[in-house]
């Protein structure tokens, strides 16, 4: 399958800074990305989707200005999580699709923690 | 309302054995059908997937059957390792039209497999 590599793989911050995690396609063009959020033994939430050069369309309940999305190339994608707080502590997991198919191929996740 | 409901919540199964996971949707527009597996720590990987148009499909040990009048869908793993101990998860999708929403993947809540040795 297509690969999709994400970094950091853990961050901790303190409370009220701004964090950016990258997701990258590394081996197919990356037409739309999506952003979910994990909690311990649970499945996964979709908090936005992004289409590559265009504004992300965020899942309701989800604020956009803490949560800034940016899908400037077919293989980059940023997170950037905005005056963090400890309740944004989480497991976040990119995924990109290609142009030609259904499939999601997911990236490694990155760890949140909030001091 | 969940789109798609997953079935068992955990499963324990030995060595050898078959693990069977099941999912059942209720949108009819839904016409992909994947399974993730997903390790403690880890973004899930795309194990193995199926389109409505057939009934099975099989990769190694892996093998999707899919009911399209009853909207279930299940996994099957055969001889069941240790190593296949995981989270796995269904997931459902429509038609993927480009600019729009279509294509987003509903989940199911996962099953915890546990495989003894």
């Known amino acids: 399958g297509a690969v999709v590599s994400q970094h950091p793989s853990r961050v901790i911050c303190k409370s009220g800074t701004s964090v950016k995690i990258e997701c990258r396609s590394l081996?197919?063009?990356?037409?739309?990305m999506f952003w979910y959020r994990q909690f311990p033994k649970k499945s996964l939430m979709l908090m936005a989707t992004?289409?590559?050069?265009?504004?992300?369309?965020?899942e309701q309940g989800v604020e956009k200005d803490k949560f800034l999305i940016n899908h400037a190339s077919l293989t980059l994608s940023t997170l950037t999580v905005t005056s963090a707080h400890p309740e944004d502590s989480s497991f976040y997991i990119c995924?990109?699709?290609?142009?030609?198919?259904?499939?999601?191929?997911f990236g490694p996740g990155t760890r949140l923690t909030v001091t | 309302q969940q789109q798609v409901k997953q079935s068992p919540q955990s499963l324990i199964v030995q060595k050898g054995g078959i693990s069977i996971i099941n999912c059942a949707y209720e949108?009819?527009?839904?016409?992909?059908f994947p399974w993730y597996q997903q390790f403690p720590g880890k973004g899930p990987a795309l194990l193995i997937a199926?389109?409505?148009?057939?009934s099975e499909k099989k990769e190694g040990r892996f093998t999707i059957s899919f009911n399209k009048s009853a909207k279930q869908f299940s996994l099957h793993i055969m001889d069941s390792q240790p190593g296949d101990s995981a989270t796995y998860f269904c997931?459902?999708?429509?038609?993927?039209?480009?600019?729009?929403?279509?294509?987003?993947?509903?989940f199911g809540k996962g099953t915890k497999l546990s495989v003894k040795p």
């Open positions: 995924s990109g699709r290609g142009s030609s198919g259904s499939e999601q191929y």
């Open positions: 949108n009819t527009a839904f016409d992909y």
């Open positions: 081996d197919f063009q990356a037409t739309t």
């Open positions: 997931a459902a999708s429509k038609k993927v039209n480009y600019g729009g929403s279509q294509g987003n993947l509903i």
């Open positions: 992004s289409n590559e050069g265009s504004k992300a369309t965020y």
């Open positions: 199926i389109r409505p148009d057939v």
